[in-house]
């Protein structure tokens, strides 16, 4: 048996504010999984996320990543193992060009000079969009935003991509291209996703959330064509589209 | 996105004053135009020529001069006073043509006008040859601390987020309906403009939040330093010190 790349155990979660998003999740990923996290609205799915590199610390239970324990002081090596991309690629893009802005994770790990530049544009490569590394990120399309949001975290050689809602907002074709390249990616995926045939396309294996625990973990076909599971928590597949 | 405040600031190009490393050509404009703030009002003749200088940087940069002229507007309000100055400045008086006017203010007003023109063309032949991404780097190579650097390049990649924002705002009630046109509608600008706020501040936390996912733990990493050479910085500096030896000259004549 492999170390789990994420090994969420009982991990509970309440907002400052008192409400309680997370109720004790257990949450397993092997390397070179492709795992879908669905739920519906307010399911606790970013909060989840938020999670995994330390940004939020469980109220309850444990979090490690490849073994290490995610704490206050191995938190720069979580975050350069775990590679989150957040839904919105403006919050995910802050620098003037998109060269700094690939540059900015590795800078922040020490890297500099020629082994920050071959870094910077084999991440750019990874997601076919090295021919923008000089262009200002306010000036990209949405799907282009995308990609090289996703080339920032790329760029750290993260053990696990962590994408919170992938396709939202992309056109069909831009949609197909994403999920070329993260099938082409050789990294270990976890998937945020509202897009069921997404994750049928992309993950072998899904987990369901709903209320803050886990109540559904399995193949994503089996899972999808569970009609009491998926009403239960208010999931549903596009009209027309059938398992 | 469309086109926003500050887009088409900069062009492109291949002159020496492109080419100029950002820091030093930004330390010879604040010098340049401080030194011409401190020739003494009186000297005229060695404002306009400053002035001259000044306009011989901007051809220098071989912008279009339709790029350029627009940019003087800023320095409306500063003509506008100057304008007026003379008219409402105390003090012995003459006569130019049928009216009567402020000596001193007359003096004034042609050295504001004077040195405003000049400090904006300098900025101008600054701005149109530096990208935001170099402006950025020259502030963090001056040594300015962090925090201020980040809230600069943080404008530069947000204007044109915040400006959209606030269309597609205004485009919302706009379709409701609504319309600016008498006292009665400020509250509801009012409560547009927190709204923006609050949008804006939420942002700053989410993009916060991608900082620190990505490793960032407080200091701003130089990832890749501008270069200068002692030629570069006498390049740079040269206007500056013509306005220097100038405003020392008139100060010791006079
Ligand atoms: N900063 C916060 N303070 C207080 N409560 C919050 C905060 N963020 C989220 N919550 C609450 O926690 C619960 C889980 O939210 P979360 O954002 O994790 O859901 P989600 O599964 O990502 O939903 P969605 O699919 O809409 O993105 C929700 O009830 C939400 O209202
Ligand atoms: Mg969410």
């Not at chain 2, 040859?129 to 980040?150: F, I």
Request: net charge neutral; aromatic share 4%.
């Amino acid at each position: 048996m492999t170390t789990p790349v994420l090994d969420l155990r009982g991990v509970a979660y309440a907002y400052p504010g008192g409400h309680q998003a997370l109720f004790g999740v257990d949450l397993h990923v092997h390397p070179g999984e492709r795992v879908a996290l669905l739920g519906p609205n307010g399911a606790g799915k970013t909060t989840l996320v938020l999670h995994l590199n330390g940004v939020l610390s469980p109220g309850a239970g444990s979090v490690a990543v490849s073994g290490l324990p995610v704490t206050e002081e191995n938190l720069l090596e979580v975050r350069r193992r775990v590679g989150i991309v957040f839904q919105d690629p403006d919050d995910q893009l802050f620098m003037p060009t998109v060269r700094d802005d690939v540059a900015f994770g590795p800078a922040n790990l020490g890297l500099r000079g020629a082994e920050l530049d071959a870094r910077v544009l084999e991440a750019l490569e990874a997601v076919g969009v090295a021919d923008l590394a000089d262009r200002a990120p306010h000036h990209l399309s949405f799907g282009q935003r995308r990609r090289v949001a996703i080339a920032t975290v790329l760029a750290m050689r993260p053990e696990i991509l962590v994408l919170d809602e992938p396709s939202s907002n992309l056109d069909p074709a831009s949609r197909r291209e994403l999920a070329d390249i993260l099938r082409g990616l050789e990294v270990t995926i976890l998937m945020v996703t509202h897009d069921l045939p997404y994750a049928v396309e992309l993950c072998e294996r899904s987990v369901v959330l709903s209320e803050g625990t886990v109540v559904a973990d399995g193949g994503t076909r089996e899972l999808l064509a569970d009609g009491d599971l998926m009403a239960r928590h208010r999931l549903e597949l596009p009209v027309g589209f059938s398992i | 996105m469309g086109s926003g405040p500050g887009e088409h600031l900069h062009v492109e190009g291949a002159t020496l004053l492109h080419r100029m490393p950002a820091h030093v050509k930004l330390v010879g404009m604040v010098a340049f135009v401080l030194a011409v703030v401190a020739v003494p009002s009186p000297a005229h003749v060695v404002l306009a020529g400053l002035l001259v200088l000044a306009v011989g940087l901007v051809l220098a940069t071989r912008v279009p001069a339709r790029h350029v002229l627009p940019r003087l507007a800023v320095e409306t309000p500063f003509a506008v006073f100057a304008v007026v100055l003379p008219f409402v400045a105390v003090g012995p008086r003459v006569q130019v043509g049928p009216v009567s006017v402020s000596q001193t203010g007359l003096t004034a007003a042609v050295a504001l006008l004077l040195k405003g023109t000049t400090g904006v063309l300098a900025a101008i032949a600054f701005a149109v040859t530096t990208p935001p991404r170099d402006l950025v780097r020259a502030l963090q190579h001056l040594r300015v601390p962090d925090p201020l650097v980040l809230i600069a390049s943080f404008m530069v990649r947000y204007v044109d987020v915040v400006a959209d924002q606030l269309r597609r705002m205004k485009v919302a009630r706009a379709s409701r309906g609504f319309s600016a046109r008498s006292v009665r509608a400020w509250p509801v600008l009012a409560a547009g403009t927190g709204a923006l706020f609050i949008r804006s501040y939420e942002r700053g936390e989410r993009v916060h939040l991608a900082m620190v996912s990505r490793g960032w733990s407080g200091r701003m990493p130089m990832t890749s330093p501008l270069e200068a050479t002692g030629r570069d910085w006498a390049a740079g500096l040269a206007p500056a010190l013509v306005a220097a030896l100038a405003a020392a000259t008139v100060m010791m004549v006079s």
